[in-house]
């Protein structure tokens, strides 16, 4: 067939002549393999054949290492491939990381920013940690979906509250993070919740709702700060903040009527002792014109007594004259002229009446009198 037919040259060439000898550094061609194809034609793939051309390349790789200046050649390559090996050690750490340098899986130091080196990989390796920035763990699940159960906590009064809260914290001591606890962040979580629960623990329902979360924060960031501390965590707790603190769900519209019940009372109670205090302050103010007033009038009293001393008997008709002045000054007044009247004086029945003027009578006004 024409693909196999050695007379005439194929799409490789002729066969070599058979008296022709070989060359020792160069293995003889086996054996073609079909390529499934015939000769080239016009628009057709050219067909390779794969098992000569690994057999032509294997034979210039060994011409290359095996012939004159070939091992310095080989040096030099390895020269280089080690070299890289080195350099690779090379690592930069940013202002705000730290490096943790380990020896073989063990901790061997800590580097600071900065260009640094350590031995290269399998030896040495370096993990880079942030140090500065703060990391963010919530506990209790997100507002608006279904909370989880380590949510719900129970209060000092033996109610429950469903709170949820967030721990910010930074890194302290990058090789304790990394090597005192398996999971750190999962520690951190465990550690804040049960925190968090002892706190709540010894609180009431009212004060966590209302005027005590701050406390409940601070007193729950320190006592994880102290777990944290006695498990060698390296971490430094900067804040607890709770993000939602409410009743359970199936008691939320009791407990607002309660609560507004309560505010109603606060409210009651307030405008109460405002008006208390007004009564109050008008008293105290009463008390003082009082005082003051007798003060006034018992000083009266010392210089009209002193002035009695000195004149009695004026004292004594000025003081009358004074005294009935005050009575009849806002009195109705009936003038009598009795000159000429020689029977009883009847006054008329509106005599007494309040009048804008003092009425005078005379006798020529009463009945029966000429």
């Given at each position: 067939m024409p693909w196999n037919d050695n007379a005439g040259p194929g799409p490789w060439g002729s066969p070599p002549p058979s008296g022709d000898k070989p060359d020792g550094d160069r293995p003889k061609p086996g054996p073609r393999r079909p390529s499934g194809g015939g000769p080239r034609g016009p628009g057709g793939p050219t067909p390779i054949d794969f098992a000569d051309l690994s057999q032509r390349l294997s034979g210039r790789l060994r011409d290359a290492f095996n012939g004159p200046g070939r091992p310095r050649a080989f040096a030099l390559v390895a020269a280089g491939v080690v070299g890289l090996w080195a350099l690779s050690g090379i690592y930069v750490v940013q202002p705000d990381q730290q490096a943790v340098v380990t020896t073989f899986g063990a901790y061997s130091r800590t580097a600071s920013s900065g260009l640094r080196y350590h031995l290269p990989y399998?030896?040495?390796?370096?993990?880079?940690?942030?140090?500065?920035?703060?990391?963010?763990?919530?506990?209790?699940?997100?507002?608006?979906?279904?909370?989880?159960?380590?949510s719900l906590m129970l209060t000092g009064d033996e109610n429950i509250v469903d709170l949820s809260f967030s721990v910010q914290y930074r890194i302290a001591d990058p090789a304790r993070y990394l090597f005192s606890l398996r999971d750190p962040d999962a520690a951190i979580k465990a550690v804040a919740e049960s925190a968090m629960r002892e706190v709540i623990g010894k609180t009431a329902l009212q004060p966590i709702l209302t005027t005590a979360r701050g406390q409940v924060q601070d007193q729950a960031g320190t006592l994880t700060q102290a777990i944290l501390d006695r498990y060698g965590a390296g971490v430094f707790i900067d804040s607890v903040q709770i993000r939602a603190a409410n009743p359970p769900p199936p008691v939320i519209a009791a407990f607002q009527d309660v609560n507004t019940a309560s505010q109603n009372a606060e409210s009651n109670a307030n405008v109460a002792r405002g008006e208390a205090a007004k009564i109050k302050q008008a008293a105290?103010?009463?008390?003082?014109?009082?005082?003051?007033?007798?003060?006034?009038?018992?000083?009266?009293?010392?210089?009209?007594?002193?002035?009695?001393?000195?004149?009695?008997?004026?004292?004594?008709?000025?003081?009358?004259?004074?005294?009935?002045?005050?009575?009849?000054?806002?009195?109705?007044?009936?003038?009598?002229?009795?000159?000429?009247?020689?029977?009883?004086?009847?006054?008329?029945?509106?005599?007494?009446?309040?009048?804008?003027?003092?009425?005078?009578?005379?006798s020529s006004s009463i009945p029966g009198v000429n």
């Open positions: 399998p030896i040495e390796r370096a993990e880079k940690v942030s140090v500065t920035s703060l990391q963010r763990i919530d506990i209790g699940g997100v507002p608006g979906a279904p909370l989880p159960d380590e105290i103010g009463y008390r003082e014109q009082v005082v003051r007033e007798a003060a006034g009038e018992a000083a009266r009293f010392n210089q009209v007594y002193d002035q009695y001393k000195l004149a009695p008997a004026v004292t004594r008709e000025r003081l009358y004259i004074e005294t009935m002045q005050r009575v009849l000054a806002n009195s109705n007044k009936v003038v009598v002229d009795s000159k000429g009247a020689s029977a009883p004086i009847i006054l008329p029945p509106d005599a007494f009446r309040p009048k804008a003027s003092t009425a005078r009578i005379t």
